[in-house]
């Protein structure tokens, strides 16, 4: 009985402790936890989405039949996401910051927003 009563004790402790045990996410992971999306006033649609290890950024112009699609394996440091499109032998190297449920992509010259879609 006595085991019994130090055991509960222990148990109620644990929980204790990891129930008050704080989550950090970083904006890596706040990059990589969801679905994004942008609409253009003109009527351009682009996606970007996170499965696993891979990646998918869509662009869908307005005027324009074909999407351009980059699909790959990615990786995050703190200021960039690439993608590896393997089919095009090529790694694309966007900027990002995120901002709750927005994201800003940066290409080169030109910066886009993203909603979150979860």
Known sequence: MKHLIEFM???IICV???G???VVVT???ELTMG????ISKSGTVANLTFEG???TLEIKPATKDEAVVIRGIYSVDKDNL???DESKFTTYKFGYDVYNDRVYISY???????????
Do not use: G, V
Not at 108 to 118: A, G, L
């Open 9 to 11: 004790c222990i148990l």
């Open 16 to 18: 204790f402790l990891t």
């Open 20 to 22: 008050c045990t704080r």
């Open 27 to 29: 904006t890596s992971d």
């Open 35 to 38: 679905s994004w999306q942008h």
């Open 53 to 55: 290890e891979s990646a």
């Open 82 to 84: 690439y993608i590896t």
């Open 108 to 118: 080169k010259e030109d910066k886009i927003r993203f909603d979150r879609q979860n």
